[in-house]
C-alpha cells in the first residue's frame, strides 16, 4: 500500500515538475555559480597575494559576482515558472454550485 502512495506521490512531483524543463534551469545555476562566484573568489585570491591586500581584492569580487549572480538566477527561475504554469498538468478543480 506504500509503494502506490510512493508511486502517485512521485507522479505529482513530476507532473509539477518535469525534468525536461527543471533539469535544465539547475544546470544553469549551477554554471552561474561556479563560473561568477568561485572564478571570482579564485581571481581575488590571486590578485591578494599579487597586491598583498589579503583578503580585501577576494572579499570585494565575491560580493561583486553574488550581485551579478542573484538577478540572473531570479530572472531564471521566473522563465522556469512561467514554462510550468503554460504546461499546467493538473486538471483545475470544479467550483462548488452556487448557494441558492
Do not use: C
Amino acid at each position: 500500500m506504500e509503494n502506490t502512495e510512493k508511486g502517485a506521490q512521485a507522479k505529482t512531483f513530476l507532473q509539477l515538475f518535469p525534468l525536461h524543463i527543471i533539469g535544465p534551469m539547475f544546470v544553469q545555476i549551477a554554471l552561474i555559480v561556479g563560473v561568477l562566484v568561485v572564478g571570482a573568489v579564485y581571481l581575488g585570491k590571486f590578485l591578494d597575494t599579487q597586491f598583498n591586500s589579503r583578503p580585501w581584492l577576494t572579499l570585494a569580487l565575491f560580493l561583486i559576482a553574488t550581485l551579478i549572480a542573484l538577478p540572473i538566477i531570479y530572472r531564471l527561475g521566473t522563465r522556469t515558472i512561467t514554462k510550468l504554469n503554460e504546461l499546467d498538468p493538473l486538471p483545475k478543480k470544479a467550483e462548488p454550485p452556487a448557494p441558492v
